[in-house]
RNA sequence: UCCCCGAUCGUCUAAAGGUAAGACAGCGGCCUUUGGAGCCGUGAAUCGUGGUUCGAAUCCAUGUCGGGGAGCCA
């Protein structure tokens, strides 16, 4: 929708410029190779939108590939979890995912190729040992004693690390690259570690596990990955990716780095997003404050809205934080065209028309969505006894404020146009507890046949009507822009927000609102987006406040 | 300290040696049966210093600042 406004990236430029060039014939395959260590978070929807958006524009691929080497932290769980995110995000990876496990025999195989070139050699130093010798920024390291085996002895001792034959930690397979390289990732970096764990996909069927390094490009260059895109923190590691492949002599993708998505007030770190989890600080991975994807979905916010989002934040190579409201506009943007209008009180405020018949119904005609006349309308019940937002009743009107207050019109909107008459207050708190107001019978649907204005138009529910929901309003989860970095002798979740949840139990909503099913959407008019969360049922109404809806009047107020 | 990368409005991105542009945010207005949406308008930037050039955000040098890097993590 909005892809035709967008600028190109300099990754995009690469890949027409390998188009043009004839560059692997013009094919275009791509990857998002996460790792199943934990939930999809909005930093990997871009990723996911770059990466599947290049493949499909360009007429070529992107498999989705899990990233799983490390059995020590990886679990079926994050597995399906990211397989939903993807999909629901629109990503078209095929009938089915691809692991990196998958090619387990494979890169076994080549590193067996790599030994018998004089490239790799099994080494017997501890881990300690190995941090000691790499050296510094400084200073080259010490190579190692067991650098120099023979091409027979390293053979041997690989095939027996593979049949476990040694502990954990034993020995080690390294490149045989340069020691004294200014680039600690080339200073003999270690290709197999034995690990006697069982693997969620291969179980027992090995105990020595491939690193990254010497994973990830080879699973890249089994898939034929033409553009094989990750972000900053690996540009010191594409020498090593290069020299692996072409040791191999086989097909060799290129990586292209970019910089990842960090967002104000939001975690992006999946370790981190596991300490909330554990320790019971959110309710689970998908609780709608956390930038999960799962989270996002349950909060409401629409697929269309972040892809949009996540393509006009642009690709560049500068680390830099994007303000939260850029997210908050793209999801406002998509729900302002596709979510249905309702009326729905928060804070109720009884308000009783003096002149309307007691057990009198009229049903008001109203707008689904005054966006997309297809969406219809439905009708809504009008009664003697409503029940109105408290926000939009002030005995004493601060200056500017053009909502109900004594002796003032405004519109219900649909309803009529009502005068407000009285206060009822308590007598022991002072505090208002009812309003009466009489209605214009003119004005029937908020009509105004002789053409006057009136200032306002507020939302109402009919009291005798209206079901009863909890509704959730959710603020930041941090306080601070950068929750990551934890205040002075604290600990990140010092930054959490202690207001970033909200709990209404006594909300009342319009009747046809008891049919809502979880994941339905709405914009309850003059409040925000709401969407009925998955615990939802029909006697038991819950919605998550998605977003809410831009308040000018709220700015003025605060300006004074 | 050494290596790699980066630096353009408050924020995120454009401008491929030739008028510094857009979006978000801000501000002002119009319109409105949502103080929503929409529309119109407005303020706002090339990190410093040298150099090359008729001309530099762009090329070169240098400085400064920011990010990453010494896992048997990814």
């Known amino acids: 929708m909005s892809s035709s406004s967008e600028s190109s990236n300099f990754i995009r430029d690469i890949i027409v410029a390998d188009i043009e060039s004839g560059k692997h014939e013009g094919r275009v395959q791509t990857r998002f190779p996460p790792e199943p260590n934990g939930y999809l978070h909005v930093g990997h929807a871009k990723s996911i939108t770059l990466n599947f958006g290049l493949a499909s524009e360009f007429g070529g691929k992107c498999n989705l590939r899990f990233d799983d080497t490390n059995p020590e932290k990886e679990e079926t769980e994050y597995v399906d979890s990211i397989i939903e995110d993807v999909r629901w ?3 078209d990876f095929g009938v089915k995912p691809l692991y990196a496990s998958d090619y387990f025999q494979q890169i076994y195989d080549w590193a067996v190729e790599l030994i018998r070139k004089g490239k790799a050699y099994v080494c017997d130093l501890s881990a300690e ?5 790499r050296g510094t920024p400084t200073e080259p390291g010490i190579e190692s004693p067991y650098r120099n085996r023979s091409v027979e002895e390293n053979l041997d001792l690989f095939e027996r690390m593979r049949n476990g034959e040694f502990p954990d930690g034993a020995r080690t397979l390294r490149a045989k690259i340069d020691m004294a390289s200014p680039n600690f990732n080339m200073r003999d970096p270690v290709m197999y570690r034995i690990l006697h764990a069982e693997h969620h996909r291969t179980g027992n069927k090995w105990c020595i596990y491939p690193m990254y390094d010497w994973a990830h490009g080879q699973c890249d260059s089994i898939e034929k990955i033409t553009h094989s895109i990750c972000t900053l923190e690996f540009e010191d590691h594409r020498p090593l990716y290069d020299w692996f492949v072409e040791q191999l002599g086989i097909f060799h993708p290129q990586q292209i780095e970019f910089d990842r998505l960090s967002l104000t007030y939001t975690l ?6 596991l300490t909330l989890v554990q320790q019971g600080l959110v309710e689970s991975w998908d609780d709608p404050r956390m930038p999960t994807i799962s989270g996002m979905r349950r909060r409401g916010y629409s697929a269309e809205g972040l892809r949009n989002f996540a393509r006009n934040l642009g690709v560049s190579k500068t680390n830099g934080i994007t ?3 850029r997210l908050e506009y793209y999801i406002r943007e998509d729900l ?6 309702v009326m729905g009180v928060l804070k109720p405020l009884k308000v009783v028309l003096t002149n309307y018949p007691e057990g009198q119904v009229e049903w008001m005609e109203a707008v689904n969505n005054p966006e997309d006349p297809s969406a219809g309308t439905r009708q809504v019940p009008f009664s003697r ?6 926000d939009d009743f002030r005995e004493v009107p601060p200056k500017g404020y053009y909502r109900l207050s004594p ?3 405004v519109r219900l909107r649909y309803g009529y146009l009502v005068t407000c008459t009285d206060v009822v207050k308590d007598p022991a708190t002072g505090e208002v507890t009812e309003i009466h107001c009489t209605i214009d019978p003119a004005t029937k649907g908020g009509t105004t046949p002789d053409g006057r204005k009136v200032k306002s138009t507020i939302h109402w529910v009919s009291a005798a009507h209206a079901v009863t929901a909890t509704v959730r309003l959710y603020d930041t989860l941090f306080t601070v822009e950068n929750p990551g970095q934890a205040p002075e002798g604290g600990v990140f979740t010092d ?3 202690p207001k970033s949840l909200e709990v209404i139990t006594d909300a009342k909503l319009e009747p046809a609102l008891a049919n809502a099913k979880p994941l339905d959407r709405f914009q309850f008019e003059r409040l925000g987006y709401f969407c009925v969360d998955k615990t939802s049922a029909a006697d038991k109404l819950v919605f998550n406040r998605t977003v809410g809806l831009r308040d000018t009047w709220a700015k003025v107020e605060k300006k004074g």
Do not use: C, D, P
């Open 336 to 341: 302002n065209r596709t979510a249905t209008r």
């Open 385 to 390: 006894e409503l029940y109105i937002e408290q």
């Open 323 to 325: 303000e939260l409201s």
């Open 89 to 91: 995000l629109g990503g």
């Open 407 to 409: 002796g003032k019109e």
């Open 495 to 497: 930054n959490l927000n």
């Open 129 to 133: 040992e190995v941090r000691a010798t």
């Open 268 to 273: 992006m770190s999946k370790r981190k997003l």
